[in-house]
């Protein structure tokens, strides 16, 4: 682990890093009703992927073309390579494919809502982060909220239920931005170089081959049959929204607050996408649903305000590279 000296965050940091994390929560409430929605339109979950992926990467190399004799670095290609396949091919091909088979609540408790306990188990075992006990009960929290919800799906497979399928896709998805978060705070990675990282990664690889795969009929590509409505609203959503906004915004709240304290920050996705999802995309909320989502929301805010008050980030991170 890094050993470099810390200093106390400024008051000019702490704002950008707040005004990140609202960021954050508009674009991370949206992405489970649009990617829920999705469900009910033409393009295929690797479609969105697929989108995602071809817009926000020629955006990103434009930035990163007109940034790079101020502030860019290149990362390791190792580096490199491991952040754009965690937080890009893997995780957009669990999490597109999870909102085919779960609902949005399921979606708000499993994939924002049970972020927390993936990241602060990875904290432990890569950055020797030990949780406080106000911290691990609102963990224990979240786990519970995550057996309501999951094992309320499971007990329907028998039944010829699919909703567990979504289930485990969300926390496979979840598990892998919560290790995509540790990695960027163990490698001193800045949130632009991060985002960079995913984008380029996925428009050198994911975007060539799965283009050639549709082109050659190897998948199931529907973007010959969608509108160019569809089409040009998931690519901006998606690919500049998603993906260059919200990633770059998160990465710095995870920069500015640590990797831990910023998932819990997010503790108003899950409710309010869950919410919101009933009159917008006309979906009900089981109880089970309910008690779970009111144990990962609460385990979410006591483990926020188990968080340090006062927060602090090696200077190089701060630092403009």
Request: charged residues 10%.
């Amino acid at each position: 682990m890094d050993s470099r000296p810390v200093v106390p965050l400024d008051p000019r940091a702490n704002r950008v890093g707040w005004a990140c994390a609202a960021v954050v929560l508009c674009i991370w409430t949206s992405f489970i009703l649009v990617a829920r929605s999705s469900a009910s339109g033409t393009l295929s979950p690797f479609d969105l992927a697929f989108l995602r992926f071809l817009v926000s990467g020629l955006v990103l190399v434009a930035l990163a073309r007109w940034r790079a004799p101020r502030t860019h670095t290149a990362l390791p290609t190792a580096r490199w390579a491991a952040l754009g396949v965690i937080a890009g091919v893997a995780y957009c091909g669990l999490a597109y494919s999870a909102f085919f088979f779960a609902p949005a609540a399921h979606g708000a408790v499993l994939l924002p809502g049970s972020l927390p306990l993936w990241t602060a188990l990875g904290a432990w075992w890569l950055l020797r982060e030990r949780p406080t006990r106000q911290r691990v009960a609102g963990l224990a929290l979240i786990a519970g909220g995550d057996l309501l919800v999951g094992g309320a799906s499971l007990l329907h497979a028998l039944d010829g239920g699919t909703v567990w399928i979504g289930d485990l896709l969300l926390l496979g998805a979840s598990a892998l931005w919560g290790l995509y978060t540790v990695l960027c705070r163990r490698w001193r990675v800045s949130a632009f170089e991060a985002t960079l990282a995913i984008g380029s990664f996925c428009l050198v690889s994911a975007v060539p081959l799965y283009a050639l795969a549709a082109a050659a009929g190897w998948v199931d590509s529907r973007l010959g049959a969608a509108p160019w409505s569809e089409i040009l609203f998931q690519g901006v959503f998606q690919g500049l929204l998603s993906m260059v906004v919200a990633g770059i915004a998160f990465t710095q709240v995870v920069v500015t607050f640590g990797a831990v304290r910023s998932t819990m920050i997010t503790a108003l996705v899950p409710p309010i996408a869950a919410l919101a999802a009933v009159p917008l995309l006309g979906e009900a909320l089981a109880p089970t649903t309910w008690f779970g989502l009111a144990a990962v929301t609460g385990g979410l805010l006591l483990g926020l305000r188990g968080a340090t008050a006062r927060t602090s980030v090696p200077r190089p991170v701060l630092e403009a590279r």
